[in-house]
């Protein structure tokens, strides 16, 4: 009795035995906390019926950055919740890609279609119809089965997936930020959205770093960062701009 009394004093007063819970809970949010800023983009994109202030690129560089760190996961086994946190990301960009190419679909009736198919890479990742997106991912995802399971012996092949995917991913705000320099604004895009950005990269690079997670990994997170708040300043700098011009 005094043995089993003992324990349970030991096991109330020691911090680490909440531990299991409290990684749990960081795993559920590495999973499902990469999504959550896309959810205000997709609410302004419904809300407008436009997509000129959102680069779908954001998605080309998600969709290919998570196919190749799931190609890169048989080579080199990490995190669990890296993995799914993978394929949670891909059905979300295609979620996204569906909803702006019913958008566009619907505000340009008349201006001429283009497809996959046609190969012509002056019109890449500008396609007509939500089909073209899935065919794309469909062969990318093949053409790295392919060569993932030819080499996958390699221990430097494995090493040059896993950087090109997380190398990949670091460029995720470029897209956008294109996008605001050339629009010259940020009309349209969700401001939340690159604010869960930064919040959910910070996040995400400590996770890494307390769970010593392969080095390419935390170097995308902070490679990110820098890009969140590139953006965030094309934010301010842009507001101000109209502000000087039209106060």
């Given at each position: 009795m005094?043995?089993?009394?003992?324990?349970?004093?030991?096991?109330?007063?020691d911090?680490?035995?909440s531990?299991p819970?409290?990684?749990?809970?960081?795993s559920?949010?590495?999973?499902?906390?990469?999504?959550?800023?896309?959810?205000?983009?997709?609410?302004?994109?419904?809300r407008?019926?436009?997509?000129e202030?959102f680069?779908?690129r954001?998605?080309l560089?998600?969709?290919?950055?998570?196919?190749?760190?799931?190609?890169?996961?048989?080579?080199?086994q990490f995190e669990?919740?890296?993995?799914?946190?993978?394929?949670v990301?891909?059905?979300?960009?295609?979620?996204?890609?569906?909803l702006?190419?019913?958008?566009?679909t619907?505000?340009?009736?008349?201006?001429k279609?283009?497809?996959?198919?046609?190969l012509?890479?002056?019109?890449?990742?500008?396609?007509?119809?939500?089909?073209?997106y899935?065919?794309f991912?469909?062969?990318?995802?093949?053409?790295?089965?392919?060569?993932?399971?030819?080499f996958?012996?390699?221990?430097?092949f494995?090493?040059g997936?896993?950087?090109l995917a997380?190398?990949?991913?670091?460029?995720?705000?470029?897209?956008?930020?294109?996008q605001?320099?050339?629009?010259?604004s940020?009309r349209?895009?969700?401001?939340?959205?690159?604010l869960?950005?930064?919040a959910?990269?910070?996040?995400?690079?400590?996770y890494?770093?307390?769970?010593?997670?392969?080095?390419?990994?935390?170097l995308?997170g902070?490679a990110?960062?820098?890009?969140?708040i590139?953006i965030?300043?094309?934010?301010?700098?842009?507001?101000q701009?109209?502000?000087t011009k039209?106060?």
């Amino acid at each position: 009795m005094g043995i089993e009394m003992e324990m349970k004093m030991n096991s109330e007063g020691d911090p680490t035995a909440s531990w299991p819970l409290l990684s749990w809970l960081a795993s559920c949010i590495m999973v499902f906390g990469g999504v959550v800023p896309y959810v205000p983009q997709y609410q302004e994109i419904l809300r407008t019926s436009s997509t000129e202030g959102f680069s779908t690129r954001v998605c080309l560089v998600l969709l290919v950055a998570n196919i190749l760190r799931i190609f890169f996961w048989f080579g080199k086994q990490f995190e669990s919740p890296l993995l799914f946190q993978s394929m949670v990301m891909i059905l979300t960009m295609l979620a996204m890609l569906h909803l702006c190419c019913s958008v566009q679909t619907t505000n340009h009736v008349s201006t001429k279609q283009h497809y996959f198919t046609d190969l012509d890479l002056r019109y890449f990742w500008s396609w007509a119809c939500f089909e073209d997106y899935l065919l794309f991912c469909f062969s990318f995802t093949v053409l790295s089965a392919l060569i993932t399971f030819l080499f996958l012996d390699s221990v430097l092949f494995v090493e040059g997936v896993g950087s090109l995917a997380v190398l990949t991913e670091a460029m995720l705000g470029v897209p956008q930020l294109l996008q605001n320099f050339q629009n010259k604004s940020t009309r349209g895009m969700s401001i939340k959205m690159v604010l869960l950005w930064t919040a959910g990269d910070f996040f995400k690079t400590t996770y890494f770093l307390v769970n010593e997670a392969p080095s390419q990994f935390w170097l995308c997170g902070v490679a990110q960062i820098c890009i969140d708040i590139a953006i965030l300043l094309q934010v301010a700098f842009y507001k101000q701009e109209t502000h000087t011009k039209y106060g």
